[in-house]
């Protein structure tokens, strides 16, 4: 049985606008302006770029003995990234570069995808992006960082080192220890930081080199695949394509796939097994996500980014696990696949509040959290929330779990009506802990309320002492001046003296002359 070692698998993080789509782009536009685009492999949600490529992009920085084939990122829209960190609850992908803008800083979904990396235990280095911003900078296209950093004026040296503290000093405060890269000795206790621009190219080739030394240095036992092992993959979207019907666009990341193979895949329902119909890459330099110009390929070997065709699998969900099967495999693979799903798809009589994500990925992250908190679950789902989710929300007895956490999901217009004429509180949204943080405060705020409105029924006994000479009034009622010695007295409330004799009941209050009570 032979093994090799295959491509790592790189998923970019980070938040909106930070530079995640210009990172891959640049990467993939620099290798075409070194007239290697036909070396650069296309796939589907993926782009592969091969080490002769990373070579010549690192020029002589690119030394020592290398032998990764090259990388694989993930290309895929940022709020799927949950879905790309996920494969058996572990991580589908190898590595993680996190892009912080370094003007902005930390930003909401900055602090989730780092959340989300130390849970799965995922490598990671952080690109801090856009230097080329920073007053005064002077650019060196594509050039690496140290000779573009030499080329700066001091003072403009001197604040981006303060900008990367800044960083550094953050990623501290969430336990992670960070260095910039040049400066680490010891790789296993520290975060290397990469100073880059994603629009000139400034710093690209240092982020490749890190990857690729990191990916060498400590995942080579999890980067070595069998060329014989049936196939392994994560399905990244699921699609309808015009004249294929049903796709699953998926990340191979061990072993083959061949057109004819059975496979199991991962649904709402727990499993569907299939068979191979087609498997299809993008035709050479067409775009990555484009909608046509694919090209059809017999067989397919780990890592590879690939659209699949097969029947009947309407109910796959994009972030659970594809499995190629035989005879042999089937039952003990579908038992597995099943109880993997049925380990996030909740589904109880209990009360509890109600989850809808877009991805299996999101919603075992929502999940996760969740439970962290103590915090109920009584439904647990994939896709966009609709009017049953609304009724049955409704029906719960405890007000606290009459609330619907939705996650890169939209109110779809039938359940928008039922809304309004329900009591369910929604809450929506693409950052899960947000999300979490806003449903917490609401409980507060709804327990206060409770709080407030028992406090005005209960009585709390008041104790009065008539005043001599303010007996105004003896009966048919009496009107007289009081001191209150303790406790609340207020209208309707009644009267006994000391021995329990009842006196009567308090049909009006006045203070100089004014209403009360």
């Not at 230097?131 to 594509?142: M, P, Q, S, Y």
């Not at 059975?262 to 299939?274: E, F, L």
């Not at 048919?476 to 021995?499: E, S, Y």
Request: glycine fraction near 10%; include cysteine.
């Amino acid at each position: 049985m032979g093994r090799e070692l295959r491509t790592p698998i790189v998923s970019v993080m980070g938040h909106v606008d930070h530079g995640k789509t210009t990172l891959l782009d640049r990467i993939r536009g620099t290798a075409v302006a070194e007239r290697e685009a036909g070396l650069i492999t296309q796939h589907i949600g993926a782009t592969e770029i091969p080490i002769e490529v990373i070579q010549k992009i690192c020029g002589k920085d690119a030394t020592g003995k290398i032998t990764l084939p090259g990388l694989l990122f993930i290309d895929t829209p940022g709020h799927r990234a949950f879905t790309t960190l996920r494969s058996r609850g572990g991580a589908l992908a190898d590595i993680a570069v996190l892009i912080v803008d370094l003007n902005e800083g930390f930003k909401p979904q900055t602090i989730e995808s780092l959340k989300i990396l130390k849970d799965h235990k995922t490598p990671f280095l952080v690109a801090a992006n856009k230097i080329d911003r920073l007053h005064g900078w002077v650019v060196t296209e594509d050039s690496s960082f140290h000779k573009t950093y030499s080329a700066q004026a001091e003072h403009v040296r001197h604040r981006l080192d303060e900008m990367v503290y800044e960083l550094i000093g953050k990623l501290y405060e969430y336990g992670l220890s960070a260095d910039r890269y040049d400066r680490i000795k010891d790789f296993q206790k520290n975060i290397a930081v990469v100073p880059l621009s994603a629009k000139t190219g400034e710093g690209i080739p240092d982020l490749l080199m890190v990857i690729l030394g990191l990916s060498q240095r400590f995942l080579e036992k999890n980067l070595s695949y069998s060329t014989t092992h049936m196939g392994v993959g994560t399905i990244l979207e699921v699609k309808d394509e015009v004249g294929l019907g049903t796709t699953l666009d998926m990340i191979l990341y061990d072993g083959k796939i061949a057109v004819g193979d059975s496979i199991a895949v991962g649904s709402i329902g727990g499993a569907i097994t299939s068979k191979v119909r087609a498997l299809l890459k993008p035709a050479p330099l067409s775009e990555i996500r484009s909608e046509e110009g694919f090209a059809h390929a017999k067989k397919v070997i780990a890592a590879a980014g690939i659209k699949l065709v097969a029947p009947n699998i309407e109910g796959a969900v994009a972030g659970a696990p594809l499995r190629v099967i035989d005879s042999g495999t089937q039952d003990g693979v579908v038992r597995e696949m099943q109880q993997d799903m049925k380990s996030i798809l909740i589904e109880t009589d209990t009360t509890g509040i109600t989850i809808k994500a877009d991805t299996l990925g999101s919603l075992e992250a929502i999940v996760n959290e969740l439970k962290r908190d103590d915090i109920p679950i009584r439904r647990a789902n994939i896709g966009d929330i609709t009017k049953k989710d609304i009724i049955e929300t409704n029906i719960l007895k405890d007000e606290f779990y009459r609330a619907i956490i939705g996650f890169n999901v939209k109110l779809l217009p039938d359940a928008k009506e039922e809304l309004r004429e329900s009591d369910v509180k929604l809450f929506l949204g693409n950052v899960i802990y947000k999300l979490i943080e806003d449903y917490g405060l609401w409980v507060e705020e709804q327990k206060h309320l409770v709080d407030k409105k028992q406090s005005e029924v209960i009585v709390r006994p008041g104790r009065v002492k008539i005043l001599p000479h303010c007996i105004f009034r003896q009966s048919k009622p009496a009107v007289v001046g009081v001191q209150v010695l303790g406790g609340v007295i207020k209208t309707r409330l009644n009267l006994m003296k000391a021995d329990g004799t009842h006196v009567g009941v308090i049909k009006g209050l006045q203070d100089a002359g004014e209403n009360i009570g």
